[in-house]
């Protein structure tokens, strides 16, 4: 789904099969900022400027592209958003993302508002094939597990720290029983392969490891997951590594 305007202050929005339909230059794939020329394209990865996160300390979601930068040595400005005040809901943060929600990355006149789609981005940008494969084998793996980020594990581990932690009105006892099928799945894989995709870490790692490790805070311990646990010191050993709190 897509839309655009041509009128001052207006988006052009991309669907998620877009962004992954360039994979030889910088991806052009989100919100554009008001007033980006036509051109942006084609200038799309020269900016000097420094990267932009819109961020909240406790979010998983906000903490892949802190950490996926980390691990690139991408400097990235940390913008905190009062979430409980609501900030997140009001100009300019609603002005970037009429989705009403963060992580909202901002790098020249790219505007993202999705965690996996700004992996990609970062990925593409400043990681290279190694993190974010180029061919159509590679890419559709780690893209498997990008979808399992955003619909198994986020109905799972996430739902369930959001009922724990945060006091969302959810089925927190349907939240469980995801997050207990989805972990079982991925210590099956775990437990043949150190990394999710490739034989390598890669995005698809980045995607699904923050709310797995903070399953416990959801009342989803990981005592009996010993592949996930090694998985996850696996990852705390990269180079560039930085942790979020409960991780």
Request: proline content about 6%; charged content about 25%; some cysteine.
């Amino acid at each position: 789904m897509q839309y655009s305007k041509k009128r001052k202050n207006d988006y052009r929005c991309y669907s998620l099969a877009e962004l992954f339909a360039i994979t030889k230059s910088p991806l052009e794939i989100g919100l554009m900022l008001p007033g980006a020329p036509d051109n942006s394209r084609q200038n799309a990865g020269k900016s000097t400027m420094t990267a932009k996160l819109y961020d909240l300390e406790l979010s998983g979601n906000c903490y892949k592209a802190r950490l996926l930068c980390a691990l690139l040595g991408v400097d990235l400005e940390i913008v905190p958003v009062d979430f409980l005040a609501g900030e997140h809901r009001q100009p300019p943060l609603s002005d970037l993302n009429p989705f009403a929600e963060i992580p909202v990355f901002v790098d020249g006149d790219i505007v993202l508002r999705d965690s996996q789609a700004i992996l990609v981005y970062i990925a593409r940008k400043w990681g290279g094939e190694r993190w974010l494969p180029d061919d159509a084998a590679g890419l559709a793996r780690v893209t498997e597990w990008l979808v399992t980020a955003a619909n198994e594990i986020a109905r799972g581990p996430n739902d369930a720290r959001l009922h724990d932690k945060f006091g969302y009105d959810l089925d927190v006892a349907l939240a469980r029983k995801k997050a207990a099928r989805i972990l079982g799945l991925l210590e099956a894989r775990l437990s043949a392969h150190h990394w999710l995709a490739l034989g390598r870490p890669t995005v698809a790692d980045i995607a699904c490891m923050p709310y797995v490790a903070l399953s416990a805070e959801g009342g989803v311990p990981l005592d009996d997951y010993p592949a996930i646990r090694a998985w996850i010191a696996r990852i705390r050993e990269l180079p560039g590594f930085i942790g979020m709190p409960g991780i």
